[in-house]
């Protein structure tokens, strides 16, 4: 998001969350791919969804307690 522009903590630190939770994801839609239930596409999209509205949620709360922070604009 625009706000991880202005702060270095929240970009360094919402990019290492986001890369571990996206391969925790990858592995649940290898697994998910494995077993070929019906339901494993929606493991897939809602996986995703919720690993993206974790990490933009997680840099906005870095950002805001940043000190360093540059308001975004």
């Given at each position: 998001?625009?706000?991880?522009?202005?702060?270095?903590?929240?970009?360094?630190?919402?990019?290492?969350?986001?890369?571990?939770?996206?391969?925790?994801?990858?592995?649940?839609?290898?697994?998910?791919?494995?077993?070929?239930?019906?339901?494993?596409?929606?493991?897939?999209?809602?996986?995703?969804?919720?690993?993206t509205i974790i990490t933009v949620?997680?840099?906005?709360?870095?950002?805001?307690?940043?000190?360093?922070?540059?308001?975004?604009?």
């Open positions: 998001m625009r706000w991880t522009l202005t702060s270095r903590l929240a970009w360094d630190r919402s990019h290492r969350l986001g890369s571990k939770l996206f391969m925790g994801a990858g592995l649940l839609f290898i697994a998910a791919g494995i077993i070929g239930k019906p339901w494993a596409l929606g493991v897939a999209v809602g996986g995703t969804v919720m690993v949620g997680y840099s906005y709360v870095i950002w805001k307690g940043d000190p360093n922070r540059v308001p975004p604009g």
